[in-house]
T-cell receptor, first 109, second 121 residues
Framework: KNEVEQSPQNLTAQEGEFITINCSYS?????LHWLQQHPGGGIVSLFM???GKKKHGRLIATINIQEKHSSLHITASHPRDSAVYIC???????????FGTGTRLQVFP | GAVVSQHPSWVICKSGTSVKIECRSL??????MFWYRQFPKQSLMLMAT?????????EQGVEKDKFLINHASLTLSTLTVTSAHPEDSSFYIC?????????????????FGPGTRLLVL
């Protein structure tokens, strides 16, 4: 079993839909990152969370430390949101990032 | 936000040659830099961790003589793929960690470079 699990693996949506991507982890963490990787390959850091909730534009990220779970929400999705979204946790023990396998999102007009 | 650059973004080379990839933090000093490798449709794999002025720490299975890392300053780290072979063809991504000196780990954050795609013929 992977230490960081994401669901779903693939997601398609119509423009305007509300999207949720989930991340569960099994290790002790210092922080959790949500990353976005476009087809060209470059990675953008969307959020870093250690507790609670953060919002940036149409993106919202939440984390529940007790349940070892985080969600990334996209409101009013748009085709330009199409990308791979990666959850990565900073392991408290090793001080290294552990990556989920990513969620491939496609938003159609 | 903080920016990390990589150069070159694309490189094609012949088998047996060496390739150097630069990673720079443009508007902050990075306490630590990381080098990752990513194969198609797979997640990032940590290759090594480097701190300025000290030797890099390599992950198990990564050949330190093949992947030379030099962390010359707080804003520059280089990865040299020596005697490259076709199996070294991959997407290489660097990342830089920043934070408050003496601060708590959760106050630091990590920024990623745009990646370098290496094709060895």
């Amino acid at each position: 079993k992977n230490e960081v699990e994401q669901s779903p693996q693939n997601l398609t949506a119509q423009e305007g839909e509300f999207i949720t991507i989930n991340c569960s982890y099994s290790v002790g963490i210092s922080a959790l990152h949500w990353l976005q990787q476009h087809p060209g390959g470059g990675i953008v850091s969307l959020f870093m969370l250690s507790s609670g909730k953060k919002k940036h534009g149409r993106l919202i990220a939440t984390i529940n430390i007790q349940e070892k779970h985080s969600s990334l929400h996209i409101t009013a999705s748009h085709p330009r949101d199409s990308a791979v979204y990666i959850c990565a946790v900073l392991s408290y023990n090793t001080d290294k990032l552990i990556f989920g396998t990513g969620t491939r999102l496609q938003v159609f007009p | 936000g903080a920016v990390v650059s990589q150069h070159p973004s694309w490189v094609i080379c012949k088998s047996g040659t060496s390739v150097k990839i630069e990673c720079r933090s443009l508007d902050f000093q990075a306490t630590t830099m990381f080098w990752y490798r990513q194969f198609p449709k797979q997640s990032l794999m940590l290759m090594a961790t480097s701190n300025e002025g000290s030797k890099a720490t390599y992950e198990q299975g990564v050949e330190k003589d093949k992947f030379l890392i030099n962390h010359a300053s707080l804003t520059l780290s280089t990865l040299t793929v020596t005697s490259a072979h076709p199996e070294d063809s991959s997407f290489y991504i660097c990342s830089a960690r920043t934070g408050l000196a003496g601060g708590l780990r959760y106050q630091e954050t990590q920024y990623f470079g745009p990646g370098t795609r290496l094709l060895v013929l």
